[in-house]
């Protein structure tokens, strides 16, 4: 997304995602989800809408708790469904609270998302793709790879000559790890 890194800067929305978060490496489970969840609904729309939704999908998913949000039922999908501050489609509310069981799973198996992530590294981003439309619903290859690059895990978050990509480059970012 190179692009990004020429309009985002000064942008009221997107300049602080591309400065303090796009790119960075990520640990915590609620912004794991969190970010997953902005992808999968983002999927056929804009990264500004999703930007200017964000607050809404925090109040909606409660914080991105995945305990509550996977113990969702018949009740929390028609609220959410009826939430017009989010995006109400059913394919969506429907993949971010199976997801949520599915992550909340990866405690037992890996001890978490990001232990999870990590034990899948490195592999190429089509071999990510697969993984994830194995793993979980509503993944394809845009959102895979968006998620990814948003955490650290691909490349291109930033060109070299950004002055974010200097600041992630000491955090060492897994792809910059390889194998």
Known sequence: MTGYCDAAPGHPLHGPYHDREYGFPVTDESVLFERLVLEINQAGLSWELMLKKRANFDAAYQGYDLDRVAAYGARERARLLADAGIIRNRLKVDAV???????????????????????????????????????????????TGEFLMSIGYLPGAHRQDCPVFGRIAVLGPAWMRGA
């Not at 992550?103 to 978490?112: E, F």
């Open 97 to 143: 609270i199976e997801n949520a069981r599915r992550v909340r799973a990866l405690r037992d198996s890996h001890g978490g998302f990001a232990a999870w992530i990590e034990a899948q590294h490195p592999r190429p981003k089509a071999d990510w793709v697969t993984l994830f439309k194995n793993t979980f619903k509503f993944t394809g290859g845009e959102i």
